[in-house]
């Protein structure tokens, strides 16, 4: 009887599943550093036993322009991991909530942001903290109350602001284009950094 193959995003060996994900990474995405099939490998392993970990570093793929491979590598490595969500122009607002809504399901999920948008001071105090095990942020969330006013018996609309934590640790593969969006120096001593250069008419 033949054995089923393994689903892709699904390590059951590690030897077999090392072996497995680089063919992946080789088959979707040219590398001029033939280490980096080893590397985003090794990475994409690490999302699928995350729970004996208190550290991740960032898997940083960052390329000059255009057309480097970049997306496709970020949409390889959410299909290799554990519990991958790729998302594109995501917000720093959605990515707090997205990585909540997952631990409360019980999911780490290994987020592949491609081209993030908004402040990139909100993004760097994310990626600074969210890379150790029980990292929070807590921002004030808007709710609105109807007070009844006895004085002439209308109601009186108002803001009603409260506090909201957010978990947001878990694994993190981020994409980004030079001079478009470029990580601090302290976040990239956090990550595991793929350069994408030109190299005889080839990305």
């Not at 590690?14 to 985003?40: C, K």
């Not at 255009?66 to 991958?84: D, I, N, P």
């Not at 993190?172 to 120096?185: M, P």
Request: with cysteine; hydrophobic share 35%.
């Amino acid at each position: 009887m033949t054995a089923p193959t393994p689903e892709p995003g699904v390590l059951h060996d590690l030897a077999d599943g090392l072996d497995r994900f680089e063919a992946m990474y080789r088959r979707f995405i040219w590398r001029q550093n033939e280490a980096d099939y080893g590397v985003m490998a090794l990475w994409a392993a690490h999302t699928h036993c995350i729970d004996a970990f208190d550290w991740t570093p960032i898997l940083y793929a960052q390329s000059p322009s255009g057309g480097f491979g970049k997306s496709q590598t970020l949409l390889v490595t959410a299909a290799l991991s554990k519990h991958g969500d790729y998302q594109e122009t995501i917000t720093p607002a959605s990515f707090k909530r997205v990585l909540e809504a997952g631990h409360q399901a019980n999911r780490t999920l290994t987020m592949c942001l491609d081209e993030m948008v908004g402040s990139s001071q909100e993004w760097e105090r994310l990626l600074n903290i969210s890379n150790r095990r029980g990292a929070r942020v807590v921002s004030s969330v808007s709710g609105v109350k109807i007070q009844g006013d006895k004085a002439n018996g209308k109601s009186v609309t108002y803001q009603d602001w409260h506090p909201c934590e957010y978990r947001v640790f878990g694994p993190k593969c981020v994409g980004s284009i030079s001079g478009r969006t470029t990580l601090s120096d302290t976040n990239l001593t956090r990550c595991i950094t793929l350069h994408y250069r030109v190299r005889g008419g080839r990305h």
